[in-house]
């Protein structure tokens, strides 16, 4: 356990006896401190074990304990997803992840870019949520979950309604309080968020009976993602993502790409497109025990307007950091600065369609097995 939390171990001692003892050491520490400007509390969590299964009741006792602290969450139906330090960073702290960088550059605009370069956005989200057909009254979490486009244009948040809990996860502050400032202006009083990285869930083991998320794949660490999905979802529970393909660059993208095509050939590196290749997503699932059960091919148009437009996106999306991360890191960012220059120069002598073209998509539904 970490943070301001602490594992007591009382052998011999039965569950009753450990809370009132627990009690008493509560009171103590009301009676002492009440008169200090910040009186000390203690929230506790008891579970009794037997040899052999203390990791069993540590976990018992942690839900307990959070409970406690008010940071459970519970659907009607009676799924629950419980908030723990103990398994990933609290609310006021990044996890360590090796693109913590790259979601540093989601800033509050990029949900509008997204929308305005991705023509069928919205539409897309629906169609994403249809496949998805998640049960009304879930314990739900969304990985990815932006400035609230699946929640919110999709439909999920209603799909789930107030029977239900929709936790949204995102590891940038700034997409997440747009999220929430949806959530409020629609009084969906069920839906939660809290900054958290993919691969380091602030969940309970086994808490989640649908895991979703949308178009963030190439952002994480695959096989680190896989096993949190595994985790926090129940016996039975499914998980839902979608993913962008690899695809042919346009034609202007072609050329404006080739200054790291020549950085990675100069040090004998392939170029890697961004995104997956089909396939890639579930059988990452699959490596992970989760049992694939329906895949589906969707498509959006790529289509830009103006180049304030297209710029503030390669800035804020992170596209060209994941492109680039095989170079030496003091070559990173001259050759994204050449990039860069280059979409500057492009841009007066092409036309915008020049730039567009179809990016495909993949839904890939699995679930955790029940026994």
Not at 13 to 39: H, I, K, M, T
Not at 150 to 169: K, Q, Y
Request: aromatic share 8%.
């Amino acid at each position: 356990m970490g943070g301001d939390e602490f594992l007591v171990v009382l052998p011999g001692l039965a569950g009753a006896d450990a809370q009132a003892w627990a009690e008493q050491v509560q009171a103590l520490l009301r009676d002492r401190s009440a008169d200090w400007p910040s009186p000390l509390t203690l929230c506790f969590g008891v579970a009794a074990y037997t040899p052999g299964t203390l990791g069993q009741a540590v976990r018992e006792a942690d839900e307990r304990l959070y409970e406690q602290k008010g940071v459970v969450l519970r659907s009607r139906r009676g799924g629950r997803l419980v908030i723990t330090a103990s398994s990933g960073p609290n609310l006021l702290r990044h996890a360590e992840t090796t693109l913590a960088p790259v979601s540093e550059q989601f800033g509050g605009s990029f949900g509008a870019l997204f929308q305005k370069q991705y023509i069928q956005s919205v539409e897309e989200a629906r169609q994403f949520v249809d496949f998805m057909d998640p049960e009304p009254g879930v314990a739900a979490v969304e990985l990815g979950a932006g400035a609230g486009r699946i929640a919110f244009d999709g439909g999920l948040a209603r799909r789930i309604g107030p029977e239900g809990v929709l936790l949204l996860t995102d590891p940038s502050p700034a997409l997440l309080r747009q999220a929430l400032r949806r959530a409020a202006q629609e009084n969906a009083h069920w839906v939660s968020g809290i900054e958290a990285f993919a691969e380091r869930l602030p969940i309970l083991a086994e808490s989640a009976d649908l895991v979703v998320g949308a178009l963030f794949w190439h952002l994480c660490d695959p096989q680190t993602t896989v096993k949190e999905i595994y985790r926090v979802l129940l016996p039975g529970g499914r998980v839902v993502l979608s993913t962008a393909l690899a695809f042919t660059w346009p034609p202007a993208w072609q050329e404006a790409l080739e200054p790291i095509r020549e950085a990675l050939a100069r040090h004998r590196l392939p170029f890697r497109h961004f995104a997956p290749e089909p396939g890639e997503l579930a059988a990452y699932l699959e490596w992970g025990g989760l049992v694939v059960e329906r895949r589906a091919e969707a498509l959006m148009t790529m289509a830009f307007t103006d180049l304030w437009s297209l710029r503030a996106l390669l800035s804020q999306g992170g596209y060209l950091e994941i492109m680039v991360r095989g170079l030496p890191e003091a070559e990173r960012n001259p050759t994204i600065e050449q990039v860069l220059r280059r979409v500057d120069e492009l841009w007066p002598k092409t036309k915008p369609a020049d730039w567009s073209g179809d990016d495909p998509l993949e839904y890939v539904a699995a679930r955790r097995p029940s026994a």
